[in-house]
Nanobody
Framework: QVQLVESGGGLVQPGGSLRLSCTASGNFYSIYTMGWYRQAPGMQREWVALITSSGNTNYAEPVKGRFTISRDNAKNTVYLQMNSLKAEDPAVYYC?????????????WGQGTQVTVSS
């Protein structure tokens, strides 16, 4: 069983910053690609950023240059540093991880953390 727990969401003014964290726990031996997604009300969930186990990163066009994804493999944690937040960024942000245990390999999702941008 693998659990992902996000934290760090909240209310921030336009132009402000937030740092999200997502930590994996449970019985597994390897975490491969980790990523962040977001879902605004009435919208489909969309991919935001990903980072491979070796540290390669990729970003969705709307967040390039403003968001930075990173990970600490020793802590089984992925981060999303969000700068210059805009009115179009509010959403529930979810992390996803490709995790292998001794039986299978699967994608796991966190419960989400709310990000609100408002003056």
């Amino acid at each position: 069983q693998v659990q992902l727990v996000e934290s760090g969401g909240g209310l921030v003014q336009p132009g402000g910053s937030l740092r999200l964290s997502c930590t994996a726990s449970g019985n597994f031996y390897s975490i491969y690609t980790m990523g962040w997604y977001r879902q605004a009300p009435g919208m489909q969930r969309e991919w935001v950023a990903l980072i491979t186990s070796s540290g390669n990163t990729n970003y969705a066009e709307p967040v390039k240059g403003r968001f930075t994804i990173s990970r600490d493999n020793a802590k089984n944690t992925v981060y999303l540093q969000m700068n210059s937040l805009k009115a179009e960024d509010p959403a529930v942000y979810y992390c996803k991880a490709d995790v292998a245990d001794w039986v299978t390999r699967d994608d796991y999702w966190g419960q989400g953390t709310q990000v609100t941008v408002s003056s």
